[in-house]
């Protein structure tokens, strides 16, 4: 259970400072996939960075599973986005210089527990449709590929929670079309809470539910 309670965020200070959210509240459920959508500014990065624990609220409340993640450590909280939280960008960043099948496994190295993830890797590469590209280096493959292995990396170390921020928006409507298929299946098969920013309205079919938010504030919310 993810928890938001009148969560604010303002940037700068004085003069200059933006109220960017305005008391957000917010439930998501295990295995829900959430999409926040909004017009630009509304501050859905914002609150998915937030949610993610890439940036701090100003103030409010932030509990996942009962746990306050605003009273964590930084390095309390690093360790918590690598073992429990997954993240996928609008720009793939895969490291050019690494096949996809390192690149999938690269953030299990951080975890020593875990001894089988280049099995897992390669399983989670079959998963995503790219069980024959493991050798390939990301600029050897179309962009709806690269996403899809970030997509991979990202559920490395099987996360509570996924976060995508505008995931298909530098793909084409095909690759996008996948893309978005791959989370329905991930949360539908796999149970993978997802909580994804976008603003494309065709997305909402994909989901379970979606955010509306405008001028930092959650306008409506329904189900799809
Ligand atoms: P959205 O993702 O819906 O486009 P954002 O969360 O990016 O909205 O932005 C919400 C508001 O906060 C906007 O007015 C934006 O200009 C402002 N904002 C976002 N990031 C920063 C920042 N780092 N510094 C100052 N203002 C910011």
Not at 61 to 73: A, P, V
Not at 94 to 113: G, Q, W
């Amino acid at each position: 259970m993810i928890e938001v309670r009148n969560l604010h965020k303002i940037y700068g200070r004085g003069s200059v400072a933006t109220h960017a959210l305005k008391g957000i509240d917010l439930v998501v459920s295990p295995g829900e996939f959430v999409a926040v959508m909004g017009r630009s500014g509304s501050g859905k990065s914002t609150l998915l960075h937030i949610l993610g624990l890439l940036d701090a609220p100003t103030s409010g409340e932030y509990l996942i599973e009962d746990r306050n993640m605003l009273m964590l450590t930084e390095s309390e909280k690093s360790r918590f986005r690598l073992e429990k939280l997954g993240y996928v960008f609008q720009e793939f960043s895969l490291l050019p210089e690494m096949t996809i099948l390192e690149n999938v496994y690269v953030p299990a190295l951080c975890l020593s527990e875990d001894k089988n993830h280049k099995k897992r890797a390669i399983e989670l590469l079959e998963i995503v449709g790219l069980g024959d590209r493991l050798k390939h280096h990301p600029g050897e493959v179309s962009g709806g590929e690269q996403q899809r292995a970030a997509i991979a990396r990202a559920l490395i170390n099987r996360p509570k929670i996924l976060f995508a921020d505008e995931p298909t928006a530098s793909l084409d409507i095909t690759s996008a079309r996948t893309v978005l298929e791959l989370f329905s299946r991930l949360n539908n098969e796999l149970g993978q809470t997802i909580i994804m920013v976008t603003h494309e309205p065709d997305d909402a079919r994909y989901v379970d539910r979606v955010v509306w938010l405008k001028d930092g504030l959650v306008e409506k919310t329904h189900k799809t």
